[in-house]
């Protein structure tokens, strides 16, 4: 038993109700029409072989009656217009019975034979009864002749009766063949949009599975259409899960750094308070404040990035790169470190990009390399990798940094340190404000770790100089 679904059991109910329609108005041609249908035609068919003899002389006629009898399938009976009503209608049927056309009924009135000898021409149908047929003729008169045109009408009706039977079980053979193949075929139709309808579900539920349709039509891409929607979706719920992750993070991670400095600001407010002050205690809470304030400052840079409009402009790599170095002299100085530039190594470093923003990049992998180097250098290196990149990279020494802690280096509050001592490990907000830039600039980088040398390492595509 093939079960049908919504769909199935409308379509199924839509071409039946269609077939029972068309086959039923056919059916009431059939019966109620056709055997008028016949006697009109045939009456055409004697009136068109009138229309062609009407105007030929009665030796022409002679001439050409067998061929128009054949060629008509009608007879043609020629007397001279001559005598009494009964010898005109004796002479009529001896040359029907001549042409082998036996009749049971026949007159001709003399009112018809009057209406005749007026140049009218007269149109009659002879019930032939038990014979069941009739004899259709057309009556005129030509050069004192009597020329009747006539062809034999079967009664079809018992005939009909059993074509109409016939088709009437045709009908119904026919209902029942339709209603087995539409259920079939709405079956294969319906079977795919089942599926589209549970995949649908699944999508509703973030369950995001694909479908495999071979249908050949347009079920096949609609399919082909739902399951780049689903990998839209799943690819835009992925990184909706990682940033709703990385938020939790950073709300645990801002909780976590504002919790620990405001403690020591209470404790030791309390101590002065308490008079337990040995002179240390102003500092340390100022200390604690400045460090609040510098993480605030970072966390407003973060957060300002991601509304920042990108406004790129030609500008020379190196010059600003030495600029940045200039500003930190005083800085290299207290901190006994000088920077080893690599920047002569190129002709021209011109790059299309955000100064603004790019100057804030190398800010703070400058300062960081002053800051959290373990040497009294670190080097800078502009170099062409081909005509159309150059390639800028900052290396120092540091042993605070494993290979298990580089996937991480670019979160927000991450430290590699582990007693977090802020003279050591800062806030954690540089390097994420860099991948913010960066990633905000379609720019390529990467940071590695080899032999206690950590690097990071950016690509800019080169332009023409002016």
């Known amino acids: 038993m093939i079960k049908l679904n919504k769909i199935g059991k409308?379509?199924?109910?839509?071409?039946?109700?269609?077939?029972?329609?068309?086959?039923g108005v056919s059916f009431l041609l059939n019966n109620y029409f056709s055997a008028n249908y016949y006697l009109f035609k045939m009456k055409n068919n004697v009136n068109a072989v009138y229309e062609e003899?009407?105007?030929?002389?009665?030796?022409?006629?002679?001439?050409?009656?067998?061929?128009?009898?054949?060629?008509?399938?009608?007879t043609i009976v020629i007397i001279q217009n001559s005598g009494s009503t009964d010898e005109i209608n004796e002479n009529i049927e001896f040359a029907l019975f001549k042409d082998k056309i036996v009749l049971n009924?026949?007159?001709?009135t003399e009112n018809s034979l009057e209406k005749i000898k007026e140049g009218k021409t007269v149109?009659?149908?002879?019930?032939q009864g038990k014979l069941k047929s009739s004899l259709l003729t057309v009556l005129y008169e030509k050069d004192q002749h009597l020329v009747l045109v006539g062809t034999v009408v079967a009664h079809n009706t018992d005939a009909l009766k059993i074509v109409n039977q016939l088709y009437l079980y045709s009908l119904l053979?026919?209902?029942?063949?339709?209603?087995?193949?539409?259920a079939l075929f709405s079956k294969k139709i319906i079977t795919p949009l089942e599926k589209l309808k549970n995949v649908a579900k699944d999508i509703t539920n973030l369950n995001f599975k694909e479908v495999e349709i071979t249908s050949g039509d347009e079920i096949e891409e609609l399919s082909h259409s739902i399951n780049e929607m689903s990998n839209s979706l799943k690819n835009?719920?992925?990184?909706?899960?990682?940033?709703?992750?990385?938020?939790?993070?950073?709300?645990?991670?801002i909780s976590h750094e504002v919790k620990t400095p405001l403690s020591l600001i209470q404790a030791y407010t309390i101590g002065i308070k308490d008079g337990f002050d040995d002179g240390s205690y102003t500092d340390i809470i100022l200390e604690q404040v400045n460090y609040t304030s510098e993480m605030v400052d970072y966390l407003i840079k973060l957060s300002k990035i991601h509304e920042l409009e990108v406004k790129k402009e030609p500008f020379e790599l190196k010059h600003l790169i030495q600029k940045i170095i200039t500003q930190y002299n005083i800085s290299l100085r207290n901190n006994n470190v000088h920077v080893v530039q690599n920047l002569d190594s190129i002709?021209?470093?011109?790059?299309y990009e955000d100064s603004n923003q790019i100057e804030i990049v190398m800010n703070n992998l400058i300062s960081n390399a002053i800051?959290?180097?373990?040497?009294?250098?670190?080097?800078?290196?502009?170099?062409?990798?081909?005509?159309?990149?150059?390639?800028?990279?900052?290396?120092?020494?540091?042993?605070?940094?494993?290979?298990?802690?580089?996937?991480?280096?670019?979160?927000?509050?991450?430290?590699?340190?582990?007693?977090?001592?802020?003279?050591?490990?800062g806030t954690g907000l540089g390097l994420s404000i860099v991948a913010s830039i960066l990633a905000k600039n379609d720019l390529q980088y990467e940071v590695v770790l080899v032999d206690s040398y950590i690097r990071f390492t950016i690509w800019f595509d080169l332009v023409e100089s002016k």
């Open 347 to 351: 002709q021209h470093s011109f790059i």
């Open 371 to 425: 800051k959290y180097g373990e040497e009294q250098y670190f080097e800078i290196n502009l170099t062409n990798e081909d005509k159309n990149k150059i390639k800028f990279s900052i290396r120092n020494k540091t042993t605070s940094l494993q290979q298990e802690h580089l996937p991480f280096i670019w979160d927000a509050f991450y430290v590699a340190e582990e007693s977090r001592n802020k003279e050591i490990s």
């Open 236 to 253: 835009v719920h992925s990184q909706l899960e990682k940033k709703n992750q990385s938020l939790n993070t950073l709300i645990s991670s």
């Open 173 to 182: 053979l026919g209902i029942i063949i339709s209603i087995l193949l539409v």
């Open 105 to 108: 009924k026949f007159w001709i």
């Open 123 to 127: 149109r009659l149908l002879f019930n």
């Open 53 to 74: 003899l009407k105007d030929l002389t009665i030796p022409q006629l002679i001439e050409t009656q067998e061929k128009i009898e054949n060629d008509n399938n009608v």
């Open 10 to 23: 409308k379509l199924l109910l839509m071409v039946s109700v269609i077939m029972l329609i068309v086959f």
